[in-house]
């Protein structure tokens, strides 16, 4: 099955600082990948969408300015927060897919996550 | 705008009894709906998707347009049943997810 890594797996940052968190499909090109957020025991909320070579498109209240993404090829994209505070520690996940084939949703491939802790 | 609500965040059966997990949905076109499952340690997978009306691991889930619902169901519980249920919404046409606020299952042996 189509697998999707993410490094780190953990992070520990001071306030302030930046960070960047890699999401990888491993055996598929990934045309389309996602990153959510998921605060304890709370649903997975999609933060922004980015296709390969494209700007990403932010879902409302996500600044993109704090949340810079990067698609440069259909293998990686990287999600870097910007300036970090203990207010943006959560679990990070990404996802990935093959993009959309007549109209109908492609399966999408969920990394195992990334854990963030700003100090 | 759309929402996906799973009213119930814990839900306990025992062994052998059957499971149902709710799920209601709103959205203003035709949506596509999906169960995800998240087991212990693991990352979240697809479980089953309505466009295929498929049974996976004994789940099943119907499309109810009518009471805009999409509630799991298996008859017999089993302990390896016990994770995390999510489930999600997707736009016709487009292919990101909107998703519940989980249901977290456990199956009593």
């Known amino acids: 099955g189509a697998v999707v890594s993410q490094h780190p797996s953990r992070v520990i940052c001071k306030s302030g600082t930046s960070v960047k968190i890699e999401c990888r499909s491993l055996d598929f090109q990934a045309t389309t990948m996602f990153w959510y957020r998921q605060f304890p025991k709370q649903s997975l909320m999609l933060m922004a969408t980015?296709?390969?070579?494209?700007?990403?498109?932010?879902e409302q209240g996500v600044e993109k300015d704090k949340f810079l993404i990067n698609h440069a090829s259909l293998t990686l994209s990287t999600l870097t927060v910007t300036s970090a505070h203990p207010e943006d520690s959560s679990f990070y996940i990404c996802?990935?897919?093959?993009?959309?084939?007549?109209?109908?949703?492609?399966?999408?491939?969920f990394g195992p996550g990334t854990r963030l802790t700003v100090l | 705008a759309q929402r996906v609500t799973q009213p119930e965040k814990l839900l306990s059966v025992f062994k052998g009894a059957p499971v149902e997990l709710k799920c209601n949905y709103s959205y203003s076109g035709s949506p596509e709906l999906f169960w995800y499952v998240q087991y212990s340690r693991q990352r979240l997978q697809l479980l089953l998707r309505?466009?295929s009306r498929e049974s996976i691991k004994g789940f099943t889930a119907d499309l109810n347009k009518g009471e805009t619902s999409f509630h799991l169901k298996k008859p017999f519980a089993q302990e390896e049943d016990s994770a995390m249920y999510y489930c999600a919404l997707s736009g016709t046409g487009a292919n990101n997810l909107f998703f519940g606020t989980g249901t977290r299952l456990t199956v009593i042996p």
């Open positions: 980015s296709n390969e070579g494209s700007k990403a498109t932010y």
């Open positions: 309505h466009i």
């Open positions: 996802s990935a897919t093959g993009g959309t084939s007549g109209g109908l949703y492609n399966e999408q491939f």
